[in-house]
């Protein structure tokens, strides 16, 4: 009999056209840092988590993002409410595409980024 994983998702990767512009925007939505990483054989911004080795994570890479709006979303946690992190999206040049929505879990909010790229803000409840 096998285990099921801590995590259904264990890793997400988020093409973008501009990797410095893409940091500074994914730092201004969530308020957690992200640095450049050039260690490894391309350069990559990780998403911050207590610990990498056992937390869902993901980056940034330089690719190319699918057609505006299409592909997979990725839900990031951010710092604040979902109303201060759809707030931060529109000043970094973001696009909201729908209001807070509430789920047992929390709340969250559908948005684009500067490539097109879907992605949601996400609080979990207390």
């Not at 350069?43 to 997979?72: E, N, Q």
Request: glycine share 10%; aromatic share 8%.
């Amino acid at each position: 009999m096998s285990t099921l994983p801590l995590n259904a998702t264990v890793w997400s990767e988020i093409p973008v056209t501009d990797i410095e512009k893409s940091i500074a925007f994914y730092k201004a939505v969530t308020g957690y840092p992200l640095e450049l990483d050039t260690s490894g054989p391309n350069p990559m911004a990780v998403f911050a988590s207590r610990d990498l080795k056992s937390a869902a994570s993901g980056h940034l890479y330089p690719g190319t993002p699918a057609a505006r709006g299409t592909g997979p979303t990725v839900h990031l946690a951010v710092t604040g409410t979902v109303e201060d992190a759809i707030k931060r999206v529109s000043e970094a040049g973001g696009e909201v595409v729908s209001p807070p929505i509430d789920i047992p879990a929390g709340r969250f909010a559908y948005c684009l980024d500067l490539d097109g790229n879907s992605f949601g803000v996400f609080t979990g409840k207390a």
